[in-house]
């Protein structure tokens, strides 16, 4: 649920007022979209996209269909009871990996259909109807953290 955060942007003179996508924007697409609203070039070295085209209500065709993300444990914050991860989340599916750590032993995977489980509290990954989407969504994960330079574990 931590990576359905809501962005609201006010921009009397670029977006209409109630505008609402259900594209994905990361925190990597801010700099570039401020960068392109002030009309200044974006580097070609930085991460992200600019969503100035989403914010006027366009919808581009090479848009990002899903995202990698990545959880890690830290110190700092012992707390916590969720364990360090990694995982691609989709408009429909969230594939995720727990690993070890020194303090975690416990490693699996979980697939989330987010359609038939918003809350997300059934995993779904042993059910033998979700195998070729999970076939599907490792590959892209591994397609992901390869361009990232993650090593695989």
Not at 57 to 83: A, C, I, L, M, N
Request: proline fraction near 8%; aromatic fraction near 14%; glycine fraction near 6%.
């Amino acid at each position: 649920e931590s990576l359905r955060i809501p962005l609201v942007i006010r921009y009397p003179k670029l977006i209409k007022p109630g505008s609402v996508t259900d594209l994905f924007s990361l925190n990597v697409d801010y700099a570039p979209t401020i960068l392109d609203l002030a009309g200044v070039a974006i580097p070609s070295d930085m991460d992200g996209r600019s969503l100035k085209p989403i914010l006027e209500g366009k919808e581009p065709d090479d848009w990002r269909t899903s995202f990698y993300y990545h959880y890690y444990e830290h110190p700092d914050f012992q707390f916590q009871d969720v364990p360090p991860h990694y995982g691609i989340r989709t408009g429909r599916y969230k594939l995720i990996h727990y690993y070890p750590t020194e303090k975690v032993a416990a490693t699996g995977w979980e697939l989330l259909d987010l359609r038939a489980d918003p809350l997300e509290l059934t995993n779904v990954y042993e059910e033998p109807q979700y195998q070729f989407i999970i076939k599907d969504l490792r590959k892209e994960l591994a397609r992901y953290q390869q361009s990232l330079g993650v090593s695989i574990d």
